[in-house]
């Protein structure tokens, strides 16, 4: 008997998870029990809420929303015997978005303490019906929900300097944020391609700093900077009240707008609209792409009179955007026009500032002042830090993670934005068919992975993190169909990691819930990603032996694989365990769904087999935390780097490799090679050279010998060079390998005279 009531609770255990399963709300519910039954909506049914003055916006957009979907009015009869009602709580708690949602045969009654709660409680309603306007029922599921979010910051970011978007895309974009619960709009509205925003005091900033010469027919890194006589007939901008127009759209949405004004650099639109802002007060075209060469694109920080305009600028934003933030940028300042310029120098000598970073702290502290005194807060890209934070600023860390965690252990609110995961302008698949991105990959298991609260943050300052956000910059999005392809389905992934409780997240169970959202993509017509069918093929190296592990994020999917660089597809090695390599080898691999090989390309990778395959490495100086490969070992993985800015290759920022392999015991060596790379527009040189040398102990070093490198460093096709060593026989337990870095980006270079970057892929001891 106990055996039978045992097997009945499994079942009906079973039969709710796959009920839950059924009702496919994203973000994923904090609490979902579905019953039996449906509340069906149709021309009977009132819609009833308790606080007109609050609620009636909410109310209208809903009923709107269920006449597109199938023609019906909801009424507003009191009596009627089916209703749903909005129920908000008094007073009321504007920064509490949960709510409790109760769908019965009769009845369904969503509760909530604010606006927020009762719009996302009409959401997940939604979330259950056909997606457009058909023939079928709708119908709700009978359930119980009760839901919050776990972070009050849940945002979206969008560039329209770089490529204009008009205002219908905008609210476009505005409504799919708020179809996944999130709730924070940062639009983009200023950068030296375009500055967006009308600004009545300065009517150039539009009617110059707006346009400049159509280059879409050249790739963004390739174009030329415009030239006196070239018509400027390319961007836009929106008017006051186009963007008024647009702040109550998304308010009635639960969306809250943060414009971004940036400065003081990524500006040159603005001077080139009022040259007198810059250093050289010298006229200039608006940039047309990426060549900043002869250009100026900061605010002169030694002239009150930048500061003058700013705070002009920022009372006009502020009178159109009522958001708590401001956001003002801050992010990637060329010092050098401020070290060249008598006017920042003077202004150093007379605030005490030693240098151009604590000039840097001095403006944007100005800044903070005046937005703090007109009762909001600023907030800035990590780079704010530099030279000392200001007393009362948010971060936003984009940087990796560790601008918001240093941010957050002194006290101050952060926002995560780290370029891997959040940067959705890397590519989500492929590369191959994919359009084209600015590079990187980040696809979306790996943003669904994402978690918010670093592992290095001290847990007392975990509730300085207010939550985090996608990045859209638009280099490469040129089009609004292209800006749907690029955040679907990534912002859904990140909609149930910013919202969801964290250990509810699955990402299989994210994956059966999103099928049916790709059909309601399909069925309004919106361009989407339909998967990252590459397979993931990493090493797992140790004791001198390779395995390869294989992965693919297919639901569903099944991989098939080659050793010996043959194409697969069905009838070659199915994938169901980790393998280990005996040799030398290219492994391909396919994933295959129904029967049928997905994806343009077979994923590739070239294993090299060799003496130091597994062995521990250490480095003088540490890898850059942005090109960990897969780990401190990654130099001795037996992987091999392509010529994508990839995942197989460590990254040292104008500091020399250094590193000291183990090879475990003593080994005979008569050759050593390291593989570097040259991507010219990345910033990526090959090394000066490259010296190896030999030890018994670790600690008495021997030189085997030096190699110089023979490649311009102006040369601008992607390069991948063996830097190899030979010598006669010698017994070695240590072998250490000396990369110089370049000393600086050279000269015509867009980075000239800054420090260049040195990648490396592999060090290959035979």
Request: net charge neutral.
């Amino acid at each position: 008997m106990k055996r039978m009531i045992g097997v009945l609770l499994a079942a009906m255990l079973l039969l709710g998870k796959l009920q839950a399963q059924q009702v496919s709300i994203i973000p994923q519910p904090a609490k979902l029990e579905v019953l039996s039954g449906y509340f069906l909506i149709n021309e009977t049914v009132s819609l009833q809420y308790n606080e007109p003055a609050l609620l009636k916006p909410a109310a209208d957009w809903f009923r709107a929303a269920i006449a597109d979907i199938s023609g019906i009015r909801l009424s507003a009869q009191p009596n009627a015997a089916r209703r749903i009602v909005l129920q908000l709580a008094t007073p009321v708690q504007p920064k509490d978005e949960s709510y409790t949602l109760d769908v019965s045969a009769n009845l369904i009654t969503i509760k909530a303490k604010s606006y927020g709660g009762i719009f996302y409680g009409m959401q997940s309603v939604l979330q259950t019906l056909p997606a457009i306007r058909t023939n079928a029922l709708l119908q709700v599921p009978c359930m119980r929900v009760q839901d919050a979010p776990r972070f009050g910051w849940r945002g979206m970011h969008l560039d329209v300097s770089r490529h204009f978007f008009g205002p219908e895309v905008i609210k476009q974009y505005i409504d799919l944020m708020a179809a996944y619960k999130m709730n924070t709009f940062h639009w983009h509205l200023v950068d030296d391609q375009g500055w967006r925003i009308e600004i009545k005091k300065y009517p150039k900033l539009t009617s110059v700093g707006a346009w400049r010469v159509d280059q879409n027919d050249k790739v963004w890194g390739s174009r030329p900077q415009a030239k006196p006589g070239e018509t400027p007939s390319y961007g836009g901008y929106y008017t006051q009240a186009q963007l008024k127009e647009i702040v109550a759209y998304a308010r009635q949405r639960n969306v809250t707008i943060v414009p971004e004004i940036e400065m003081p650099g990524h500006v040159a639109s603005a001077i080139a609209a009022y040259p007198e802002l810059s250093c050289t007060q010298q006229p200039q075209l608006p940039l047309t792409g990426g060549d900043y060469s002869n250009m100026s694109s900061n605010y002169c920080a030694g002239n009150d009179a930048v500061f003058t305009f700013l705070q002009d600028v920022l009372t006009e934003t502020m009178a159109i955007f009522p958001s708590t933030y401001i956001h003002i940028g801050g992010d990637e300042v060329d010092k050098g026009p401020w070290k060249k310029c008598a006017r920042c120098q003077q202004r150093m000598q007379q605030q005490g500032l030693k240098t151009e970073e604590e000039l840097q702290s001095y403006f944007i502290q100005r800044i903070e002042k005046f937005v703090v005194s007109k009762g909001r807060k600023m907030i800035g890209w990590d780079e704010i830090l530099e030279g000392g934070l200001a007393p009362e600023a948010t971060v936003m860390s984009w940087r990796g993670e560790a601008g918001g965690i240093e941010a957050a252990k002194m006290n101050h609110d952060v926002v995560m934005t780290p370029g891997s995961p959040c940067y959705f302008d890397h590519y989500q698949a492929g590369p191959e068919g994919e359009p084209r991105a600015i590079g990187g990959m980040n696809t979306l298991q790996k943003v669904y992975s994402y978690e918010p609260i670093p592992a290095e943050l001290p847990a007392d300052k975990a509730r300085y993190v207010l939550g985090a956000q996608a990045n859209l910059w638009t280099e490469y999005v040129t089009t609004a169909e292209h800006v749907e392809y690029m955040i679907l389905p990534r912002m859904l992934a990140l909609a149930e990691v910013v919202w969801s409780p964290k250990e509810t997240r699955d990402w299989q169970g994210f994956n059966q819930r999103l099928q049916p959202h790709f059909r309601a993509f399909e069925q309004k017509g919106l361009h989407y990603s339909k998967g990252n069918f590459t397979v993931n093929i990493k090493p797992v190296s140790a004791n001198g032996q390779v395995q390869v592990q294989l992965s693919t994020e297919a639901m569903n999917g099944t991989i098939y694989y080659s050793i010996d660089g043959s194409e697969p597809d069905v009838t070659s090695q199915r994938y169901t365990a980790p393998f280990t390599l005996q040799q030398s080898a290219v492994v391909k691999a396919v994933t295959v769904i129904q029967g049928e090989v997905m994806g343009v390309k077979a994923a590739s990778q070239n294993f090299v087999l060799h003496k130091a395959v597994g062995s521990a490495v250490q480095y003088v100086h540490p890898v850059s935390r942005y090109y960990q490969a897969d780990g401190q070992n990654s130099l001795t993985d037996g992987i091999r780097g392509m010529h994508a800015v990839g995942k197989f290759w460590h990254g040292f920022s104008g500091k020399d490799l250094v590193a000291t392999v183990d090879l475990g015991t003593s080994k005979t060596i008569q050759q050593v090679t390291l593989g570097c790379l040259q991507r010219y527009n990345d910033w990526i040189f090959l090394p000066q050279s490259v010296t190896i040398e030999y030890s018994a102990d670790g600690q008495k070093f021997s030189s085997l010998g030096t190699v110089n490198n023979t490649v311009s460093s102006n040369e601008k096709a992607s390069i991948i060079k063996d830097f190899t060593v030979k010598a006669a026989a010698v017994q070695a337990r240590y072998i250490r390998v000396t990369a110089k870095v370049i000393d600086a980006c050279p000269k015509g270079h867009s980075g000239e005279g800054k420090p260049g970057w040195l990648f490396a892929d592999e060090i290959i001891v035979e």
